[in-house]
């Protein structure tokens, strides 16, 4: 299977194929659909049944075996009803399943940058509030042939009964036809409306709850409400609209069906009196008629609501269609094997933008990192210093320029092989929602064992604030149970000390930590950086004394490179950098 493209190499899962996710349980769909025809034929033989009773009672004969028989039917229809909404609950349920765990799949695969311009509450609502909406073209879509399937029988056993009062029905029904499908029409985009509010209001009110500490500091609850209520606004004048809308049909429905009642009880009582139609016929065709709408009714909302399920099914389908990070189509198949001289990291000539900015971040920016040591990158806020980490991790791509690790263009790596090459520690020292264990163990392909776990906490000095937590190593961490600041930033160490990755990035790592985990964390640095490359982010520089290659950024250029007597003595910016710092040039 070495042919075989790596995991994360997939296409884009494309548009949402309603008819496909359908049909992906066969034989329970049509055992569904089977049932609801029991069930519906079994409705419609109650009327007849009720006509050949009139008849018997008006004849004297013995109403016995056609009342069991009604009851049967009665009870029978309701019974297979109820087993048909269960299968079709299933198949849907599924579908859902399906469906959400597709979109969470891809989500995650999703490029960074797209990703975050989705936003996060924008995305929650695929698999949220679209997920229901496409749930129900479950129902809708064997809903509305049974419906049809009703309605046409139906007519056939008017015609049966009597043809002139079913033209009159069927003449009443196209002008209700007439009225639904002009509220439908309206259906789709109100719907479209209503979700796009949907996604705005969770979008605006995850934002805020991640800044809900700064909305508290600064007191800017108020603010905040003030523009969540626009956002529950804008929804709430979309779903009025689309309120006025479903509030149509029903009235519709009903009046097409009091038009032809009326109709057919004029028309019929007209024929009674001629003799050309007898009571028992009569009788019979009316309750037809009441039974044609509940069906009459369905029909209708059954196309509103699919106009639902559509636009909910575009909305996904616009989502799947997002080229995942890693396409085949531009990521080999294989790894290349490490080439054993070269540099951890070379940049040539790269240049980046920013999606929806017009000022580079990066501008042609060549710089090399050694296979083993530590290297920094140091310079002022907004140099582009978080931007070339980025590039190495391959969570954004150059604009231009070519970036090489281990010996091989970042393009020429599986996705996957190459962050198992590198170890990664951001800027928020992220935990998951997991327990202390997994987070240390993020992306190791083997469990740690029990020493290996406490030697990496011990050389971060975790060891007694994680035996303090609840269950130890095994307490879930996020919620209830959290660290401080520099808690994580040390976990976040301990994470990059277990991996098994050849190259380290750490992004500002000693922003939180004290003035003993600091020289700890030199002790860790120099450590990793005996056996591996450590390219590290600083803005304090007490860190980048001890780096055997320093790298100095300013406005996304490389100003200079070298070790750090060198560049104090040759770069002014870099000489200013440090005497700027609290710690004293050596
Ligand atoms: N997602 C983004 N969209 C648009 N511009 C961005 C984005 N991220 C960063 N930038 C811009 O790119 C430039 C470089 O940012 P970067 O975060 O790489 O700088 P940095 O040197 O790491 O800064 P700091 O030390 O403050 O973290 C900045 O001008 C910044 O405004």
Redesign the pocket.
């Known amino acids: 299977m070495a042919d075989q493209p790596p995991r994360t190499a997939r296409r884009a899962p494309g548009r949402v194929r309603l008819r496909r996710e359908l049909t992906t349980e066969p034989g329970r769909l049509l055992c569904a659909l089977l049932l609801a025809l029991v069930s519906t034929a079994a409705a419609l033989a109650v009327p007849l049944l009720v006509q050949k009773i009139i008849t018997d009672f008006s004849a004297h004969r013995p109403l016995g075996p056609d009342v069991l028989l009604m009851c049967a039917a009665t009870i029978g229809s309701a019974l297979t009803q109820a087993l048909s909404g269960f299968l079709l609950a299933r198949i849907g349920e599924r579908m859902t399943y399906r469906l959400r765990t597709r979109i969470m799949d891809h989500t995650l695969r999703l490029p960074l ?1 797209v990703a ?1 311009a989705q936003g996060t509450g924008e995305l929650t609502a695929r698999i949220t509030s679209d997920a229901l909406l496409l749930r129900q073209a479950v129902e809708v879509i064997t809903q509305l042939p049974l419906a049809t399937l009703t309605v046409a029988a139906t007519l056939l056993v008017m015609v049966w009964i009597d043809w002139v009062l079913t033209l009159v029905t069927v003449v009443a029904f196209a002008v209700l036809t007439v009225l639904v499908l002009l509220v439908v029409r309206r259906m789709k985009a109100n719907v479209n409306g209503q979700q796009d509010a949907v996604g705005h209001i969770s979008q605006r009110f995850t934002a805020n709850l991640e800044a809900l500490t700064t909305i508290k500091a600064y007191r800017a609850e108020p603010m905040a409400a003030r523009t969540l209520a626009a956002a529950a606004e804008r929804l709430r004048a979309v779903s009025l609209e689309g309120a006025r809308l479903n509030a149509l049909i029903p009235p519709a429905v009903s009046l097409g069906n009091q038009f032809a009642m009326i109709a057919v009880i004029l028309t019929g009582g007209a024929r009674l009196a001629a003799g050309s139609l007898d009571v028992a016929a009569f009788a019979a065709f009316l309750l037809y008629l009441l039974q044609t709408v509940p069906s009459i009714g369905a029909l209708a909302t059954g196309f509103s609501r699919l106009q639902a399920s559509l636009a909910a099914r575009d909305r996904c389908s616009a989502l799947l269609s997002l080229a995942p990070e890693s396409d085949p189509r531009d990521t080999p198949r294989t790894a290349p094997t490490p080439r054993p001289q070269a540099p951890s990291v070379v940049f040539r000539k790269v240049s980046y933008t ?4 017009d ?1 580079p ?2 501008r042609g920016i060549s710089f090399t990192a050694a296979r083993t040591g530590l290297t920094a990158v140091v ?10 980490l ?1 590039l190495i991790d391959r969570f954004i791509r150059p604009t231009s320029g070519s970036i090489t690790v281990l010996g091989h263009d970042t393009r020429h790596w599986p996705l996957d092989e190459l962050r198992a090459r590198i170890a990664y520690v951001d ?1 928020a020292f992220t935990l998951l929602e997991a327990t202390a264990r997994e987070n240390l163990q993020l992306g190791r392909e083997r469990h740690a064992g029990a020493d290996e776990l406490a030697a990496a906490l011990d050389a971060v000095g975790l060891t007694d604030d994680i035996t303090r937590l609840p269950q130890g190593l095994d307490t879930p961490l996020g919620r209830e149970s959290d660290l401080s600041g520099g808690q994580r930033q040390r976990m976040a160490l301990a994470r990059a000390l277990l991996s098994d990755a050849d190259i380290v990035l750490l ?2 790592p000693t922003s939180q930590l004290d003035g003993i985990n600091e020289h700890r964390f030199r002790a860790i640095m120099e450590d990793l950086a005996a056996t591996r490359a450590v390219i590290v ?1 600083a ?1 304090r520089l007490s860190t980048v004394q001890h780096a055997h290659h320093v790298i100095m ?1 300013n406005r ?1 250029t490389v100003l200079d490179a070298g070790n750090h007597p060198t560049l104090l003595e040759r770069c002014t910016p870099y000489r200013d950098l440090v005497t700027s710092q609290t710690i004293p040039p050596p």
């Open positions: 940058p975050r920013h999606t929806g900015s000022d971040a990066l310079g002022p806020s907004g140099a582009g210093k978080s931007t070339a980025s800027q992004d500002e982010v803005h950024m996304g």
